[in-house]
């Protein structure tokens, strides 16, 4: 049986990776091909036609969020594994895989360290702009930490909430957290869990970390926003359907907010752009360390699913991935934009909001940081 693999062409670190093993299952059993992220339907459709009089075939797909695998995509198409290099699974049609029995990996976890990363450093920036006044408070170095008197709400602390809550804390934020499916293991971790209501009552800065399923769709509605204490600051970075952006634009008690995901992506609404302090191209998880990670997880998933021995354990190398300090005696500001030159992707934006997809296609990724 013949098997191809067709890759995202933008998933990086991967290219060459599959090919050594062409004649694993036989002589030229497994083919590779890389595939712009809209392509992938024409690509299905010319292997069908091709391959109709060659016998059995079968189909894995390496992609991200760009390719969108419905019905529409995969009715017919011989796809039988489907791998994804994100953490999340909402552009998959879970239920159709599993009635047609195609697999389904994701890379869980992958680019939570430059997500976590991404929050502090907005806030940093939005403070650094006088963009908010509540955000005049940010500690700026190891002796205003102790002093920092805000209290950071967080919404759901699985791999990327876990990671805001250890920075936060190192920090000198208060820390609520609400994660109702967790709350014995994180109680018994000895941190600060509480309801919704009381998180939103309390927190001067609220950052979602929710998957998207149909029980955070609107999540962020009139509702939860009319229990945010006045002044807040609200986060998303999690996924644009999570929020309700009408009920967000018209949220009193909100001061202000930053948007990394938006509802209708490429096509987001310019109110919001205009409103939000800080505004970017669903690139919060761009990291190098992300995208090594992901790629990573996939192709141990794809080996381990194939039987590929010697790519169950593939790690990727490169020189480029020592991580940077973030030292808290210094300030932290300037460090953290020197890092991560967030206010460049903000410009971006605004100036060309329908170029959001090329904008982050074209997006340099950045390296993460480690706190000292």
């Known amino acids: ?29 497994l083919s590779i091909r890389y595939v712009e992220p809209t392509e992938f339907c024409g690509v299905l459709s010319e292997l069908k036609d091709c391959c109709s009089k060659e016998g059995d075939y079968k189909v894995c797909l390496i992609i991200r969020t760009r390719t969108i695998c419905r019905e529409e995509l995969l009715k017919n198409s011989n796809v039988d594994i ?6 999340g699974i909402d552009h998959i049609d879970l239920e159709y895989c599993r009635n ?45 930490i102790a002093d920092n008197k805000l209290v950071l709400g967080v919404i759901g602390c699985g791999n990327v909430g876990s990671k805001v809550v250890k920075i936060a804390q ?18 018994n971790e000895g941190l600060n869990v509480v309801g919704l209501k009381e998180l ?32 807040a600051v609200f986060i998303n970075t999690s996924r644009g359907e999570v929020v309700n952006e009408r009920d967000l634009l018209e949220a009193k008690n909100v001061s202000a907010f930053i948007l990394d995901v938006w509802l209708n992506e490429p096509a987001i609404s310019k109110e919001l752009l205009n409103r939000a302090i800080v505004a970017t191209p669903h690139i919060a998880g761009y990291s190098i360390e992300g995208k090594v990670n992901g790629t990573q997880m996939v192709i141990r998933a794809i080996a381990k699913e194939l039987k590929i021995d010697e790519l169950c354990c593939y790690k990727i190398t490169d020189e480029n991935l020592t991580p940077n300090i973030l030292n808290l005696d210094k300030e932290i500001s300037k460090q953290l934009l020197t890092l991560f030159p967030i206010n460049e992707l903000d410009e971006a934006l605004r100036t060309y909001p329908d170029k959001f997809e090329q904008i982050r296609a074209n997006y340099k990724l950045r390296r993460e940081f480690i706190l000292k």
Not at 19 to 28: L, P, R
């Open 1 to 29: 049986m013949k098997r191809y693999i067709l890759i995202d062409s933008k998933i990086p670190y991967i290219k060459g990776v599959f090919e050594q093993f062409t004649d694993y299952f036989g002589k030229n059993s």
């Open 82 to 87: 489907i791998a994804t290099a994100t953490i």
């Open 200 to 231: 939103l009552n309390k927190s001067d800065i609220i950052t979602t970390h929710v998957p998207l399923d149909n029980t955070t769709k609107n999540f962020a509605n009139r509702e939860f926003f009319s229990n945010v204490k006045n002044g």
């Open 100 to 144: 047609n029995n195609i697999k389904v990996f994701s890379a869980p976890g992958c680019n939570s360290g430059g997500v976590a990363q991404y929050l502090f450093t907005s806030l940093y920036f939005a403070k650094k702009e006088n963009k908010s006044d509540l955000l005049r408070m940010l500690p700026e170095n190891s002796k205003e």
């Open 170 to 187: 190192m920090l000198g934020f208060k820390v609520l957290i609400n994660d109702p499916p967790k709350e014995r293991e994180l109680l």
